[in-house]
């Protein structure tokens, strides 16, 4: 098939709808040379070449989050069996991506010219990772047939190079593994690797809605929450002293600095953990205030929850880490936009919504009673309360080994799946790991 013939917004699967004015074609088009020129001049200096060395099973995660994911897998593999790519800098040829890209600027203006009236805003959102995706689908290839992969491991299934390499897989007849690495909303694209290791029922539900998964789906628990049963102690929260707050991409710094003083006012201490791509963070007005920072790219959401009482939230996968560590967190907006309650978190009684300061105030003088039951953890974190918690890297990690010299087949025994239609597998008995 020609390149130019590609379904680039298929590939990408892009599902956010902006109410925002949208860029001009000639603003993205611009954007996009801007990008070709720092790739071409800045980055590629720092891009090292396609290693030789063959491996096997190559995974790839390039955000801090991915690794999170990622990392208490790789720890139980031996150094030699694997390849990790983790830094879009250095492991991935951005440079040559863009390049490849520029011949299909018409297929891209083609697509847009015939898309639907609900499509043309996204095309013209999201014109520049559109357009560089042709790129990154020849370079995906490339990619899988330079290392021989047996095994391709992605902890993202949104990003346009991690799904371009999950497609070329399947072209490919390569197994590719799908681990997933924060919670999703309706609306996420179709699962399309091979085998799918996903937080639990809640989850699974979502991908539903856009189709039967292509693969096998194991709903194993969320191995990011490995480290939560290696590193700290339950929390006992009996009177909340000091309180987190989470902030996200969407989240006005204004309404954050006018909680914050309310809170103070009524003699709390406060920690601010933005977003790793959120920024405009005024650090010297926290530290004026005495608000301690939490660092994402240094410090993990668990270390961040395990220093507070109570966390503070507007719609945030960070609000699964609290629960899962026993941490009180209620939602409370701060951005200008409505409570749309993706993750489903306020309707299955996860977390509390506040909608106002006093309603926030009476939810800190009874902390517990913002944790959610058992079972709701159970519906998140499939894992929960079973032998397998806190030990997911491991089990994945003898997944993976076992399909890339095709000996998985005990898998399921070992660790208590039961497979219960022609794709899914859920937790049934389980045995100690040993």
Not at 215 to 229: A, C, H, K, W
Request: charged fraction near 20%; include cysteine; hydrophobic fraction near 40%.
């Amino acid at each position: 098939m020609k390149y130019s013939q590609l379904d680039i917004v298929d590939i990408n699967r892009i599902i956010f709808i902006s109410n925002e004015k949208q860029p001009s074609l000639f603003k993205q088009l611009c954007i996009f040379f801007a990008q070709l020129f720092y790739y071409t001049f800045v980055i590629h200096f720092r891009y090292k070449a396609l290693p030789s060395i063959y491996k096997g099973i190559v995974f790839f995660g390039v955000s801090i989050n991915n690794q999170r994911s990622l990392d208490p897998i790789i720890e139980h593999l031996d150094e030699g069996e694997y390849l990790y790519l983790k830094n879009h800098k250095t492991d991935v040829n951005k440079r040559r991506a863009y390049w490849l890209s520029l011949p299909y600027l018409p297929a891209l203006l083609k697509t847009y010219r015939k898309a639907d009236a609900a499509t043309k805003p996204l095309i013209k959102k999201y014109f520049t990772r559109l357009w560089a995706t042709y790129g990154f689908y020849q370079i995906a290839k490339e990619y899988l047939e330079h290392y021989q992969v047996k095994v391709l491991v992605v902890s993202s299934d949104q990003g346009e190079f991690h799904r371009c390499l999950l497609l070329r897989a399947k072209e490919l007849g390569i197994k590719s593994i799908y681990v997933q690495h924060a919670s999703v909303a309706k609306g996420f694209p179709k699962l399309i690797a091979s085998y799918s290791f996903l937080d639990g029922q809640e989850s699974f539900d979502k991908y539903l809605f856009a189709g039967q998964p292509d693969g096998e789906v194991y709903l194993s628990g969320g191995v990011r929450f490995d480290p939560i049963f290696q590193k700290y102690k339950p929390k006992a929260i009996e009177k909340v002293s000091t309180i987190g707050i989470a902030i996200n991409m969407l989240d006005d710094f204004g309404k954050v600095k006018r909680l914050c003083q309310f809170l103070l006012n009524h003699k709390f201490k406060l920690v601010l953990r933005p977003h790793p791509r959120y920024g405009g963070i005024n650090k010297t007005w926290l530290e004026e205030n005495a608000i301690c920072y939490s660092d994402p790219k240094a410090e993990s959401s668990f270390d961040f929850i395990s220093h507070i009482d109570l966390m503070i939230s507007n719609e945030s996968s960070i609000h699964l880490d609290a629960a899962m560590m026993k941490c009180p967190s209620v939602v409370y907006n701060f951005s200008t936009h409505p409570i749309l309650d993706h993750y489903s978190y306020i309707k299955t009684g996860l977390v509390k919504v506040a909608n106002s300061e006093e309603q926030l105030l009476a939810s800190l003088m009874h902390p517990l009673d913002a944790l959610p039951s058992t079972e709701t953890l159970q519906f998140y974190n499939a894992s929960c309360g079973t032998p397998n918690e806190g030990m997911l890297g491991e089990v994945i990690s003898v997944f993976i080994n076992g399909l890339s010299k095709d000996s998985h087949s005990l898998f399921d025994d070992r660790f208590g799946f039961q497979k219960v239609n022609d794709y899914l597998h859920k937790c049934n008995a389980y045995e100690t790991i040993g």
